[in-house]
Nanobody, 120 residues
Framework: QVQLVESGGGLVQAGGSLRLSCAAS????????MDWYRQAPGEQRELVAH???????NYADSVKGRFTISIDNAKKTVYLQMNSLKPEDTAVYYC??????????????WGQGTQVTVSS
């Protein structure tokens, strides 16, 4: 069993910053990658940022230059530093982990989500 626990969401004014964390625990054999997604009301869930266990990153165009994803492999924790926040960043943010639970078992896990609200 694998669990992802997110923290760090909240209410912030436009231009402010927040840092999200997501810690993975349980039967983890090897971590492959961790991602942050977000879903605004009435919208589809979208990929915000991706990081591999080796540190390679990708970002959605809408957050490039403002958000930074990082990973602590020893702690199996991924972070999302969000700066210069805009009202359009308001959404529920979800952590996603792609990992091996054994040498032959690979799966995809989701956190419970954390609300980020940016006021104008």
């Amino acid at each position: 069993q694998v669990q992802l626990v997110e923290s760090g969401g909240g209410l912030v004014q436009a231009g402010g910053s927040l840092r999200l964390s997501c810690a993975a625990s349980g039967s983890i054999f090897r971590l492959n990658a961790m991602d942050w997604y977000r879903q605004a009301p009435g919208e589809q869930r979208e990929l915000v940022a991706h990081i591999s266990s080796g540190g390679s990153t990708n970002y959605a165009d809408s957050v490039k230059g403002r958000f930074t994803i990082s990973i602590d492999n020893a702690k199996k924790t991924v972070y999302l530093q969000m700066n210069s926040l805009k009202p359009e960043d308001t959404a529920v943010y979800y952590c996603n982990a792609k990992l091996w639970t054994s040498a032959i078992m690979y799966n995809n896990y989701w956190g419970q989500g954390t609300q980020v609200t940016v006021s104008s």
